[in-house]
């Protein structure tokens, strides 16, 4: 084993912060690092924490933080901030609203840029919750970046999927729209001291009720249900068997006073329950994986793709750009150079 992953597994942030920078940036022995540390995740509870801009996400972030080490948990934390498609920098200001944290040894907070990837975490985002778990984390909190209505990458990474909302981000037709809002498995609605919170509630609950037969298909496939079929797990044994179902729950939060924050806990940990408890819930976390799996092949196909056909590549572009050949019949013509080397 890698001197490095020795020291992960024994809970050396030095050894944790060293593994983080070369998984983010791809570089050194980062790849053996996973592969070392890998036997040793799955313990950590993941959270994934997104929502619209301004929403209050690092704030309730850090209200979590607190809620969980006064449990006891010893925490990792994610944050993505977005980078600069001109200069590629990030500000990483999420770190600022948890400095508070900062020398507290139960947590470790990393705050990474996207550096141009989509969907609301970093390239890397995945591989750094596996070091976190590795080292001890029993929860892991990545928090995204402001998402619009369909970077929903977040869910393929986190166990439960905290979506935050905030009163005056939209009327009941946004909190009808297919996306990021189907995907939730707990909302918080932040800021609830706001006028416009009950408003906000009632939209969500409608999006609830208003699901589709083929929007309940496509979920019971991922092993989540958000529609009119599910019900709320505490509602008891004579719910019967859609008891299976997970209903989200919908928590009013004011997290700059740290108002909501255990009830928003509790519901993660229900929803933690019914992953670990149900067949869906099993499913879901199956289907997770394989997605994860997926998605790792079409990433080093392509990296190897672009390599190895380097100067065929940059042959088509030519053609292409002249006119001689058309963008659909040089793919085509790589492929089947790809697939005969």
């Not at 690092?58 to 209200?63: E, F, K, N, V």
């Not at 083929?214 to 044994?237: F, K, M, N, Q, W």
């Not at 209903?247 to 108002?259: C, F, S, W």
């Amino acid at each position: 084993m890698h001197q490095l992953s020795e020291r992960i597994l024994a809970g050396d942030p030095r050894a944790v912060a060293r593994a983080l920078r070369l998984v983010d940036d791809h570089s050194g022995d980062w790849l053996t690092v996973l592969k070392d540390v890998f036997p040793s995740t799955g313990r950590a509870y993941v959270v994934g924490i997104t929502g619209n801009p301004g929403a209050g996400k690092s704030t309730l972030t850090d209200r979590l933080i607190e809620v969980y080490r006064k449990a006891g948990r010893k925490v990792g934390v994610v944050c993505v901030d977005p980078s600069s498609p001109y200069s590629g920098g990030a500000i990483l200001g999420d770190r600022i609203r948890m400095s508070r944290h900062a020398l507290d040894p139960g947590v470790f907070i990393r705050s990474v840029a996207t550096r141009g990837h989509l969907g609301g975490l970093s390239r890397s985002a995945r591989d750094m919750v596996r070091v976190l778990d590795a080292s001890g984390s029993d929860v892991v909190l990545v928090e995204t970046v402001g998402v619009g209505q369909d970077e929903l990458e977040i869910t393929r990474t986190a166990h439960s999927t905290l979506v935050v909302m905030a009163p005056g981000l939209g009327d009941e037709i946004q909190a009808i729209k297919a996306g990021l809002l189907e995907t939730a498995d707990v909302f918080c609605v932040n800021k609830a001291d706001r006028d416009g919170a009950d408003a906000t509630i009632r939209d969500l609950e409608l999006m609830i009720a208003l699901g589709t037969e083929s929007v309940l298909a496509a979920s019971r496939a991922r092993g989540h249900v958000v529609h009119s079929e599910a019900i709320d797990p505490t509602a008891g044994e004579a719910a019967g068997p859609s008891r299976l179902a997970w209903r989200p729950p919908i928590k009013r939060a004011v997290a700059t006073r740290g108002e909501g924050i255990t009830e928003v806990v509790d519901a993660l940990a229900q929803h933690r329950e019914w992953l670990e408890t149900t067949p869906e819930g099993r499913a879901r976390r199956r289907a997770r994986l394989a997605e994860e799996l997926r998605e790792a092949l079409r990433e080093a196909l392509i990296d190897e793709a672009t390599q190895s056909l380097r100067p065929a590549l940059e042959a088509a572009v030519a053609r292409v750009e002249e006119r001689v050949e058309d963008p659909y019949t040089a793919t085509e013509s790589l492929v089947r150079a790809f697939r005969e080397r």
